[in-house]
């Protein structure tokens, strides 16, 4: 061992001691004849002292001997803030060239540096914290899973291109000319097969992929939290999980959360929230106000299916040029909306609308109470089809809840979406998709609509489906999966998955559901945004230690890349790449 | 919940509850106008008890509720054996059609039934009890890692094609045509990476790949116990992960292994046991006799290198026609022998030999004493090349273990090898190979040889690498790495790797050690094996629960599979195959 102690664990009890270091000069600076230099390593910072320059750079790699003593000026701030250590020997076990940036909190390296010399970038404190942090929550889940008889059983990542999602990667097999393997975008049939297979409870810390057109702060690999249950109904999981997380909460963050944490239907959520993943942190919900404005000859309203208002609280005083500001805002094609009607509640009683002409103050007031104002607020309102409009008025929340300050990274809001519908109707399309995955069982009381072939019966069929959510963010989801080999074959029809796609794509499943499975029910958690989320960021990249960039590419290591001819041949492939 | 408790809990003091129970129907048998069922679930089986004949067949999916009763004749072989449960009420969750195999401890099905109906056969109590091992290791190296301040960090599956060892699996990247990913070979690159952003302590359990011509008991994935550290030597590498074995015994097996573990030198285990992996359950040790049979006129062994022998204990009665046989299976091209020189050793103390024509019997004698035979045994005598002959000795040896019953595997055996040589010469393309593997660093006491130009001294130089060996099998090795980017460079030097073909394949690793490398080192153990041998079996299959057939294929989901045209076209892709 080149060290006695690490740079994280000496104090004033250590006075006296006479201690060898390792780890990198964080830096180095001359005061008085004497160098002071701060040692790092990923327990912490020691200060170093010496008489006689050692010549060191920042970021070498140095061991020292020397004797702790007490500072002179402490350092409160620093846990070895109290002592310092002076320097009898030096050994320098590796130089390094000056990093191309800095490696402090907050480096001065943009992004494009950083990802490149990305194994720099994981010296800075916040990412060992990131990391760190991913790592402890890991732990937590395998502990709780592990005292809840789940067993962690590994499945394959070389499988079979499967349809309905996103594309798969797939892997030309050199052993099997023609043909692919597949990597898994999610475990989903295997984990059910394990419940036929009778493992009882399952889980999986399991990476997936998924080739997509990658958007934002996604990866094409990323990591799952992946569940199964035997035996149980939608109250077991949700009980299961909600005491998972609040073990995390607690032992990774010291964080009491909600008991028990809210449930809330879909329908609700999009009515109250415009969204499916609400932030709850915050009220400012939606209000339908269609009843109070719809018939007094404004032609907006009166031609739309649904007009809904929010409250922002405090905003009245909001100027003119605020308020077209916000109107050009929702008008981007991000959000879509036709326009903005506003409402100001003015602290003196009085109101002030953008649609004065057509409405009493009367009129306009009952609309601002029916949206939750109350004097000093300014109500936004917007109309058009109901879903979508609620939807907009959604997004205007989340972006007005930003602007008030009302979304703190370090308050906790988890809260259970249920009875989402089974199925979604795509008019592109002409065909229903399956809402979460075309394993989800309809709710048992709404069968009877399941097995119609009316498309407003279909609609109204709801799953035994849940998501877990987190300050607007969806954590998770899963669902009470089909256990019957009939209902997973009518499951198909209404997707319009012919048989023989049906059997080609997962005729396993549907032949290993014919010999005893059992009822089963399970969910999947995204274990990256999980991370972030528990870290109080927003995004994932910072708690991958080896993240792609938005074209999936791995800078440091220059991949994806080209292969050489031999390679190509012995797979049989052949590039149609014009050069 | 569909039950209140398991069909493995209830014992006597159960006895008047009224309990639900859901399982699978183990069998059910009529007895004297009374049926009795054997419900089985992950945890155990209960028998149940009627007086009328439900009709439910061999693995059915049922639920029933019913009395807890005493157990006329009871069953001590079974936990639950002191009870049955009286049914008052049968509920047939799913039907199940007749399994095409028994699902027993010993099932009636051959291997390729079973592969393809695997979630049947892992219904099968061996199996559940494979994947329960798997899982209360995984759970041991996990808290006995985390407790030594491991950090479990997961490092990317999309990386990037590698030389070195086998055949890279491929990903086509259609974001980037043209060019591909690479499925990692195993995460060296990284863990090492992961040192230089100082993360100190690093381990992952994780996939690796390899598309490798499968030969028996190999899997293209695979499962790695993957670890580095920072700032240690050799030695504490190993005493850290002779804890963590000493740990995973002691609490999944309740065996107490040898404390320290023994340590070989890879010299010693050549020459002792013709193997880098050595049985040590028992002795049968080789002991090399050329100086005492050479020169008396026998021009096998007066025209051989080594001539060497091992003592089988009590085989002195084998007949000619044992020895025939044995003298054809050294024969064997999986062996390679020439031949086989044999003494009886009988127990009057005479000797009988295949040569006695070219030696006196006190020759013969002490030849068979020098063996370490004693009165009744057999001395095998081999000659040839030295390594090849000690190997063939070593092959023998294990034959000669198995066949005296020397090989319980319910015997737990561990041995270190250490002192590698660094360097392997291939006589057939004249160049060295990385026994290890080339990011190993030369033992510092042999670093002169290292830099030297002559093929005697770089064959010298010894690392500071180590296997771990169980039993016969190394289940494990690693090394002290190169921390220096002139070493490294040195080592590719020495591995004839061009500096173009260094910088393309290792760019970003020789680049990251110029900023800073800590000293480091670390090791893998192959998790799949670790398991097999924990539970005393010698093939991996039944310790994974999906693994793949000798051609690479998944039979249960006909994986490999050819994808169709739009994706080949979206990946840039056209096949050579020949229809």
Known sequence: MYRTNTCGELRLADAGKKVTLAGWVQKARKLGGMTFIDLRDRYGITQ?????????????????????????????????????????????????????????????GGEDLRAKYRYLDLRRAPLQRALALRHRLAQEIRTYLDQQGFMEIETPYLIKSTPEGARDFVVPSRMNPGTFYALPQSPQTFKQLLMVAGYDRYFQIVRCFRDEDLRADRQPEFTQIDCEMSFVEQEDVLNTFEGMMRQMFKNALGVEIANPIPRMSWYDAMDKYGSDKPDIRFGMEIHEVSELVKGCGFSVFDGSEYIGAIAATGCAEYTRKQIDELTEWVKRPQVGAKGLVYIKYNSDGSVKSS????????????????????????VLIMCGPKRKTQTQLGVLRIEMGNRLGYRDPSVFAPLWIVDFPLLEWSEEDQRFYAMHHPFTAPKPEHEQWFYSDRKEDLERVCANAYDFVLNGTELGGGSIRIHEAQMQSRMFDVLGISKEDAEYKFGFIINAFKFGAPPHGGLAFGFDRVCALFGGQETIRDYIAFPKNNQGRDVMIDSPSKIDQVQMDELFLASTVKE
Chains 1, 2 share one sequence.
């Open 48 to 108: 170093l002292v010496t008489e006689d320059d050692p010549g060191v750079g920042r970021e070498w790699v140095i061991q020292i001997t020397g004797e702790v003593v007490e500072r002179q000026s402490k350092n409160p701030k620093m846990p070895t803030g109290d002592i310092e250590v002076k320097i009898e020997k030096v050994n320098v076990l590796n130089k390094a060239q000056t990093p191309p940036f800095t490696i402090e909190e907050n480096s001065d």
């Open 355 to 378: 649609v004065d002409k057509f409405y009493t103050p009367e009129q306009v007031k009952a609309v601002a109470e029916a949206a939750g104002a109350k004097e000093g607020d300014l």
